[in-house]
């Protein structure tokens, strides 16, 4: 009988101790399953935050570039400026200001619609600037306007980036949210870009964009140059037996003048005698290429929203004058920052390609349009 209670006994606490194996058992795996039970369900609300708290501090470096850009649009007004009281406020009112395209539902007549609106605001732009720096040179007024324009652009970025940050953070909108941090990086570095120029701007030094004003600088080295259509200035060369127009755009003020209007002008003046079109821009590289390379291809290089693209286009269409065009690459930052070393030295090599295309497309006694592109900020 006690040998039947020990066997008992022994055989009850096996069964126990194997019970209480698979309770320990069945405890560590409901402890290991119950996390990604959890972050399963709550995967959305995590990754919201995750991307919300990326959003948020991309947004206070977005307001520290725009802080920073109003301060030396505000320090540079003062200093060539001449006026007694504190621009500021003039200032934040430019900060604010917008533009609103024509409509497209009547496409026909757009293009001079939007050209005409664009003088607008042009002429806008300057009147502004004009009353805040009165004492200011027409060179320095082009350059504050630049300065201004750069600080506009990064407070407009800050402004419609908070908004959609505050609106998704509001609604918990998973997908907008999404998005826009998708987009962060390529937001960061355009913005970073736009800092990179107040340097450029308030110095008055020249830009990686204005690459093709430098080249048409050098090109008409020593010739006489005239006025031509708005802000815009040519020069007569001689290379290889022909005549060679060379326009650009007037500095050493940040300016771009209208290209368009000065290729359409020299061609109807020497309506029948332009054999051959070459435009020179800065183009934009892509990652992994070389900066400062130099390219060629056909067709009207340069950038804008395409009103001085379309007047090029046509008129060179209307005397069936072929347009080529050499490139040289560079990328967003590089073409609103000051110029680099790189991008400085590719002056000779276009010039040497540009003489090698006038050489190849046209023959002795033809007269060639050279245009060169870009922001004459420091170059005259």
Do not use: C
């Not at 505050?166 to 355009?190: A, C, D, E, N, R």
């Amino acid at each position: 009988m006690a040998l039947v209670m020990k066997l008992d006994a022994f055989l009850l606490g096996q069964l126990w101790g194997q019970t209480g194996d698979v309770g320990q058992q069945m405890l560590m795996y409901l402890l290991g399953i119950v996390p990604f039970i959890l972050f399963f369900m709550f995967y959305n609300k995590i990754q919201m935050f995750i991307w919300l708290r990326d959003i948020e501090k991309a947004l206070n470096k977005l307001k520290i570039m725009r802080d920073e850009a109003r301060r030396v649009a505000i320090e540079s007004v003062k200093e060539v400026g001449g006026l007694e009281e504190d621009p500021s406020p003039q200032v934040d009112q430019f900060l604010e200001y917008f533009f609103i395209e024509p409509t497209s539902l009547d496409p026909a007549g757009i293009v001079w619609k939007l050209d005409h609106l664009l003088d607008v605001r042009e002429s806008k732009f300057k009147d502004h600037v004009r009353r805040m720096a009165p004492k200011a040179s027409e060179a320095q007024l082009n350059n504050l306007e630049n300065l201004l324009e750069v600080a506009l652009d990064l407070n407009t970025i800050y402004r419609i980036v908070r908004h959609y940050y505050l609106f998704g953070k509001k609604t918990m909108s998973f997908y907008l949210v999404m998005q826009l941090q998708m987009i962060l990086p390529l937001i960061m570095q355009t913005a970073e870009a736009y800092v990179g120029a107040l340097q450029a701007f308030s110095l008055g030094q020249p830009i990686g964009d204005g690459i093709g004003a430098l080249v048409a600088s050098k090109l008409m080295l020593g010739a006489k140059r005239r006025p031509v259509e708005k802000d815009m200035v040519v020069g007569e060369v001689n290379i290889e037996g022909r005549t060679v127009l060379v326009t650009k755009a007037e500095g050493p003020g940040g300016n771009v003048g209208k290209p368009g209007d000065a290729v359409k002008a020299l061609i109807e003046e020497n309506a029948g005698r332009i054999a051959l079109i070459i435009m020179v821009d800065a183009g934009l590289k892509l990652e992994g290429e070389k900066l400062g390379e130099v390219i060629e291809g056909v067709g009207a290089a340069i950038g804008g929203v395409g009103t001085e693209k379309y007047k090029i286009e046509e008129v060179a269409t209307k005397y069936k004058i072929p347009v080529q065009a050499v490139i040289i690459k560079e990328s967003i930052r590089d073409a609103i920052s000051p110029m680099k070393k790189e991008l400085y030295d590719s002056v000779n090599a276009v010039i040497d390609k540009i003489k090698r295309l006038i050489v190849e497309n046209t023959k002795e006694g033809d007269t060639v349009l050279v245009a060169g592109i870009g922001n004459t900020i420091g170059i005259l």
